[in-house]
């Protein structure tokens, strides 16, 4: 599975992006899907995360209300909305996908990674 992540950019504080990340795979209904971040100086976290029916979706609590992660399967595909963009947001984004388990989304090793996609909030 090979993941294209894209729709990064720098932006003003407030502002939205959406990003987008499409994937080679087939049967994505059957993956779960991430998108991470890595700030400049910092560790990877994880921003989103969605089982491949939609069923659970996680978001880290400092994205909770601004960012909307979605997916269109038959597209084989995932986004996330950002929203009310803040500096904080500033780092390079990544999508991952993994087959699922029978387990969440959040705290698993995922298979598959994208490039990432620079998002640049300033001030």
Known sequence: VQLQASGGGLVQAGSSLRLSCATSGRSFSSYAAAWFRQAPGKGR????????????????????GRFIISRDN??????????????????????????????????????????????????
């Open 45 to 64: 976290e994880t921003i989103s995360c969605q089982k491949g029916k939609r069923d659970w979706t996680y978001y880290a609590d400092h994205v909770k």
């Open 74 to 123: 038959a597209k084989n595909s995932v986004y996330l909305q950002m929203n009310s963009l803040k500096p904080d947001d500033t780092g390079l984004y990544y999508c991952a996908a993994v087959p699922e388990g029978g387990y969440g989304c959040y705290g698993v090793v995922y298979d598959y990674w994208g490039r990432g996609t620079l998002v640049t909030v300033s001030s």
